[in-house]
């Protein structure tokens, strides 16, 4: 079992800029992060399969959120630059076990789950 710890989560005014972080605590196929919002669905912002050089973005966040990986493979940032209002929710780290192929943007690609930060952009 992998343990997924977050943190970077807090409250800023539109426009302003957030950093997540996620540790693994062991090895993983992939990491990233979905986002969830009040009575809404969780959704897919970001994620990096550890064998694959470039990253995958959702629409709504491309050219703004980055995602980035350390060399021990068991972490990951999450920059988010250009925040609004409808960026606000709870973030969740999420992590694929060894082997476990699948599209990035699936909820179900993932096996292992962070316990969520919350991001409130308010002004």
């Known amino acids: 079992q992998v343990q997924l710890v977050e943190s970077g989560g807090g409250s800023v005014q539109p426009g302003g800029s957030l950093r997540l972080s996620c540790a693994a605590s062991?090895?993983?196929?992939?990491m990233g992060w979905f986002w969830q919002a009040p009575g809404e669905v969780r959704q897919f912002v970001a994620a990096?399969?550890?064998?694959?050089?470039?990253?995958t973005y959702a629409d709504s966040v491309k050219g703004r959120f980055t995602i980035s990986r350390t060399n021990t493979e068991t972490t990951v940032h999450l920059q988010m630059n250009a925040l609004n209002p409808e960026d606000t929710g709870v973030y969740y780290c999420?992590?694929?076990?060894?082997?476990?192929?699948?599209?990035?943007?699936?909820?179900?690609?993932?096996?292992?789950w962070g316990q969520g930060t919350q991001v409130t952009v308010s002004s």
């Open positions: 999420a992590a694929a076990k060894i082997g476990h192929i699948a599209p990035l943007n699936e909820h179900n690609t993932y096996d292992y």
């Open positions: 062991g090895r993983t196929e992939a």
């Open positions: 990096v399969r550890w064998s694959v050089l470039y990253p």
